[in-house]
């Protein structure tokens, strides 16, 4: 009996916000990455037929998994109507900042438009993850945005989508620090305030145009300068056990700047060389580790591919 006809496809994880891009700013990491791959099947519609690495805790409807979601939204946007299966491969923790529904999503979209003859163009398919990411945690494309497109992305706006890819500071290297604790990111963001003050607003205008002139003139004294917060972290840090001072930890050990990562409850780092950036990751690791969490850390080039066939 010939195998059905199936495509694989990664997509890496993400660091959303980045300080003062709530919402607007994103990165591709070069790992940990979901593995989705696609088969076409008989029947029309979507199917999950097996899911992995999620400690069963991820839906296996595929209308209410992120995966599921993003195939459909991809059949419809192609026109296409034809009966596919997935299987999930999850490779990072779920509710831990670090763009998870996004990069099964992704990696579900990517995988199936390979599949259907890749009708849709990248952007197209940015939109099909927005669907399934606004059914999970929320309309926004910052997480799904960089897991496709791969970079730094700028989200001018969701609807229409409009998308901006910046360029990545040479040398710049991000370090995650993840913690063995959950947070979802509804409940994230039911956290943050309805309104802010003018003066917060101010502040965060100005570090964002500071982050953007950074990234066009390599400037990393100004990067470093760029990444603070006043519209999300104020309200999630007191969420996240001992976040103020894993993001004091990295700064002490060298790291040009650091903030929550996505909703959290991750703590991003930027750095310049391996050696700092590897004693910024233990300086973060032992800051949750006073506040009684076990954590892992990943360090990579910030300059990263997004989703891919394989
Ligand atoms: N911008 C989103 C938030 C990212 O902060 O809620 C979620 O990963």
Redesign the pocket.
């Known amino acids: 009996m010939t195998e059905a006809p199936s495509v694989t496809a990664t997509a890496p994880a993400t660091i959303?916000?980045l300080g003062p891009g709530?919402?607007l700013l994103g990165l591709a990491l070069p790992a940990p990455c979901d593995r989705v791959t696609a088969r076409l099947m008989g029947a029309s519609g979507v199917r999950i037929a097996s899911q992995i690495g999620d400690d069963g805790r991820l839906p296996t409807e595929a209308e209410r998994n992120t995966a599921g979601i993003a195939a459909m939204a991809t059949l419809r946007r192609a026109g296409i109507d034809v009966g596919i299966e997935l299987d999930i491969d999850k490779g990072m923790p779920i509710g831990s900042?670090l763009?998870s529904s996004a990069a099964s999503a992704a990696a579900a979209a990517c995988a199936v438009n390979a599949l259907i003859g890749s009708p849709l163009r990248r952007s197209e398919l940015v939109a099909a993850c927005v669907d399934a990411e606004a059914a999970v945690?929320?309309r926004?494309a910052?997480?799904v945005a960089p897991s496709l497109l791969g970079g730094l992305v700028l989200v001018l706006s969701v609807d229409p989508l409009d998308i901006v890819r910046l360029p990545v500071p040479e040398g710049l290297l991000a370090v995650v620090a993840t913690p063995d604790f959950e947070l979802e990111?509804r409940r994230?963001?039911e956290a943050l305030p309805k309104n802010v003050p003018l003066t917060d607003a101010t502040f965060n205008s100005g570090r964002l145009a500071a982050f953007v002139t950074a990234c066009f003139s390599n400037d990393l004294g100004l990067l470093a300068r760029a990444v603070d917060d006043r519209l999300?972290v104020p309200a999630r840090a007191p969420l996240i056990p001992g976040c103020e001072d894993v993001m004091q930890s990295a700064r002490d050990a060298g790291a040009l700047a650091s903030s929550i990562s996505?909703?959290g409850p991750s703590v991003f780092a930027f750095c310049h060389g391996a050696e700092t950036s590897t004693r910024v990751a233990s300086a973060m690791r032992e800051a949750f580790a006073k506040a009684g969490l076990d954590s892992h850390a990943h360090v990579g080039s910030a300059d990263s591919p997004g989703a891919r066939t394989r």
Request: charged share 20%; aromatic share 6%; proline share 0%.
């Open positions: 959303a916000n709530f919402d900042g763009g945690s929320g926004h910052d997480n990111t994230a963001r999300h996505g909703s």
